[in-house]
T-cell receptor, first 117, second 114 residues
Framework: DAGVIQSPRHEVTEMGQEVTLRCKPISGHDYLFWYRQTMMRGLELLIYFNNNVPIDDSGMPEDRFSAKMPNASFSTLKIQPSEPRDSAVYFC???????????????FGPGTRLTVT | QQQVKQSPQSLIVQKGGISIINCAYENTAFDYFPWYQQFPGKGPALLIAIRPDVSEKKEGRFTISFNKSAKQFSLHIMDSQPGDSATYFCAASTPGGGADGLTFGKGTHLIIQP
């Protein structure tokens, strides 16, 4: 298995531009998570999906951020318009939860390093 | 609100020594406590995890000690090696198997000196 795939790995954009980050979860996983990592705030959960349905988006910082999961193998995180303070590493993670007794290990992708100038 | 507090921020240990990283949590509903290891340019990867029904879990050189009454847990790395140099994150999640996402500590940058 190739693991969680994220693209692009690096993104440099100018303030005000739209940015779209992409994620392909591990096949068969039914949960998908988007995290943001910065030096100041560490790892923060932005939103997560279960069976393609958004469950909790309370971590999404502003209306400028939106996420979609049109099918089980693809998700996007969009920032529009982007601002310099959005600069961070964005991680996608997936997991498989066949039941409450299962070990909820999350598998992280390599991340997308976003720089907004 | 920081629900999981991790210390120290950075740690330097000599090769062969014991590395100890501590975490404290506030939410008594947490029932799953994993540790993740992150190398530069990579995503975090699960290292070891514990549930509150046990006080200790050991996997190779890595041990989690858990104190439910104190709401604290720690990671011990025995015989620390240069390859252990990485950033370590403790985390916690509520019932539901962690499906609602993990709350992470701020991380500890560990350096093992040869």
């Amino acid at each position: 298995d190739a693991g969680v795939i994220q693209s692009p790995r690096h993104e440099v954009t100018e303030m005000g531009q739209e940015v779209t980050l992409r994620c392909k979860p591990i096949s068969g996983h039914d949960y998908l998570f988007w995290y943001r990592q910065t030096m100041m705030r560490g790892l923060e959960l932005l939103i997560y999906f279960n069976n393609n349905v958004p469950i909790d988006d309370s971590g999404m910082p502003e209306d400028r951020f939106s996420a979609k999961m049109p099918n089980a193998s693809f998700s996007t995180l969009k920032i529009q318009p982007s601002e310099p303070r959005d600069s961070a590493v964005y991680f996608c993670a997936s997991s498989f939860m066949p039941g409450l007794a299962a070990t909820p290990e999350q598998y992280f992708g390599p991340g997308t390093r976003l720089t907004v100038t | 609100q920081q629900q999981v507090k991790q210390s120290p921020q950075s740690l330097i240990v000599q090769k062969g020594g014991i590395s100890i990283i501590n975490c404290a949590y506030e939410n008594t509903a947490f029932d799953y406590f994993p540790w993740y290891q992150q190398f530069p340019g990579k995503g975090p990867a699960l290292l070891i995890a514990i549930r509150p029904d046990v006080s200790e879990k050991k996997e190779g050189r890595f041990t989690i000690s858990f104190n439910k009454s104190a709401k604290q847990f720690s990671l011990h790395i025995m015989d620390s090696q240069p390859g252990d140099s990485a950033t370590y994150f403790c985390a916690a999640s509520t019932p539901g198997g962690g499906a609602d996402g993990l709350t992470f500590g701020k991380g500890t940058h560990l350096i093992i000196q040869p």
